[in-house]
């Protein structure tokens, strides 16, 4: 286990106890969350470290990583899903023309890349599940580390994406300098995250089923990505909204077993409905420059 004696984003010393939540899926174990007393920013610690962490991955309900279609829960998952990628290439399709150069840090079993392979985009993608990795590998996926790719050239994408993998890294600040260096001048990273101050998160407490300590390191809101990358000097230049989130993540929050697909239902879209003035969906995807203006 690893204290952070000090804030990921700024660097404050001060933090004040936050939440206790418990890692329902694999340990059982409870993780407490600080908040910095300066910034404001939720990280768990103690964590366990980076040779630690691979423990707590184990589950086979570790569903990003699987691709079998068993439940209706799992199938009803994977048409989400579809749903999702499509959305997620859309939204990267308006913001950039042409054939782009894309590289998906934390790729999984490579199911974003091989979509946006097919709309003849050239792709390469990270992972660090070596079981997950093989997978994608399986599928003709080109993986490569950062390092790797930095030895030979830089400034090479157009887009760099993370889906909900910004907050399973331990070195923040020495990973997206990479990504940093990896980035073309006018490209864009975009970033996909739970938010910590959604309708959904402060409603289930330390119940959030999107606070998954210990593999959720970090607890982001609007303003703590905002932060963590102007000091990179990067600049968020939009925000959009992953609805599906938030009835998934109400309804792995809910502990009344009769009631929790209707509650998940209700709860979910009221978050959404909450979010429509604030942008303080569930879960946010942010497209992030590498040049600020
Ligand atoms: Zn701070």
């Not at 909450?274 to 969906?281: E, M, P």
Request: hydrophobic share 35%; charged share 25%.
């Amino acid at each position: 286990m690893e204290l952070l004696n000090k804030c990921p984003i700024c660097s404050s010393k001060q933090s004040e106890n936050y939440l206790s939540a418990q890692d329902n899926l694999v340990s059982k174990d409870t993780f407490a969350i600080k908040k910095c007393s300066n910034c404001g920013f939720a990280f768990t610690s103690p964590r366990p470290d980076k040779d630690a962490i691979s423990d707590y991955y184990v589950s086979e309900d570790y569903i990003s990583h699987s691709e079998k279609k068993e439940s209706i829960f799992d199938r009803l998952y994977n048409i989400i899903r579809d749903r999702n990628i499509s959305y997620k290439l859309r939204l990267i399709s308006d913001f950039k023309k042409g054939n782009l150069s894309l590289y998906d840090y934390g790729c999984a079993v490579g199911v974003f890349l091989d979509k946006a392979s097919q709309k003849g985009w050239s792709v390469k993608g990270y992972e660090p599940s070596e079981k997950a990795k093989a997978i994608a590998v399986q599928s003709g996926i080109e993986i490569e580390t950062p390092d790797q790719i930095l030895s030979t050239e830089q400034n090479c994408f157009d887009v760099i994406t993370l889906w909900h993998v910004l907050e399973h890294i331990h070195d923040l600040d020495d990973t997206i300098q990479k990504l940093h260096s990896l980035l073309k001048d006018d490209g864009v990273l975009v970033v996909a995250v739970p938010i910590a101050d959604s309708w959904d998160a402060i409603k289930y407490k330390e119940n959030w089923a999107a606070l998954d300590v210990p593999r959720h390191l970090y607890h982001f809101t609007q303003s703590s990505i905002e932060k963590l990358f102007s000091k990179f000097g990067m600049k968020i230049t939009s925000v959009h909204p992953l609805k599906f989130d938030s009835y998934y993540i109400s309804l792995l929050s809910e502990k009344t077993p009769i009631f929790k697909y209707f509650a998940a239902l209700i709860n979910g879209w009221y978050s959404n409905y909450r979010a429509k003035r604030t942008l303080n969906y569930s879960s946010l995807i942010f497209f992030i420059q590498k040049n600020m203006e």
